[in-house]
């Protein structure tokens, strides 16, 4: 069965630190990754996805970028934090987009930027 | 371009009574639909979807939901709650031949003992 992880699962960073969370997938090849934030325990916003190894679409601009070193490894980073990069940060992935198969989700890294 | 509106933040309902959870979607084309619940500090949990077929769908924890092609609805039902199913819940939509989904803004259920 497939299982995804996520780590760390908390993490407080000052502002102007450096950032890396990073999510894996086993038991499967190729998946679609996806990385979210959720602000305020509420709506989903999808910040970056990625088809194959080094193919990262973004869909936010913003102060963090993602990158897929390996098939299942998908990270996101950044170089210098703010305030507002805090949120619950979510993993996803999925087997392939033409199928109708589902999105499944990691349990999360909680970001506090103080 | 896809939406999810969940029109409910928050919705309370006493345990043993029949829950809806409501979902309508705009689309341009055939839509995958999803719920999905969250309790607190958790990834979402999936508990349902809608790809075609019967309109009527189960899925875990007791929970269904309806497709409604001419309300272009999804509402979450569930027959009696329990007070473990109080979480947030999230509607999501997603086209053929595409992997990214498009979420509601979620709405949290509480059910009262």
């Known amino acids: 069965s497939q299982t995804i992880h996520q780590w760390p699962a908390t993490l407080v960073q000052p502002v102007g630190s450096p950032l890396s969370l990073e999510c894996t997938v086993e038991?499967?090849?190729?998946?679609?990754l996806y990385w979210y934030r959720q602000a305020a325990g509420r709506g989903l916003q999808l910040l970056f996805y990625s088809v194959g190894i080094g193919q990262i679409s973004s869909e936010v601009p913003q102060n963090l970028s993602a990158s897929r070193p390996q098939d299942r490894q998908f990270i996101l980073s950044s170089k210098k934090l703010l305030l507002s990069d805090s949120g619950f940060y979510l993993c996803?992935?999925?087997?392939?987009?033409?199928?109708?198969?589902?999105?499944?989700f990691g349990p999360g890294t909680r970001l506090t930027v103080l | 371009a896809q939406s999810v509106a969940q029109p409910e933040d928050q919705v309370n309902v006493a345990e043993g009574n029949p829950l809806t959870v409501k979902c309508t979607y705009s689309v341009s084309g055939n839509p995958y639909l999803f719920w999905y619940v969250q309790y607190p500090n958790r990834g979402l949990q999936f508990l349902l979807k809608?790809?075609?077929?019967?309109?009527l769908v189960k899925g875990s924890y007791g929970f269904e939901a309806e497709f409604n092609k001419s309300q272009t609805s999804f509402h979450l039902k569930k027959p009696s709650a329990l007070v473990s199913d109080s979480a947030l819940y999230f509607c999501a939509v997603r086209l053929t031949g595409y992997s990214t989904l498009t979420f509601g803004k979620g709405t949290m259920l509480l059910v009262s003992p």
């Open positions: 996803a992935w999925i087997k392939s987009a033409t199928s109708t198969d589902t999105q499944y």
């Open positions: 038991g499967t090849s190729n998946p679609n």
């Open positions: 809608y790809i075609t077929g019967d309109n």
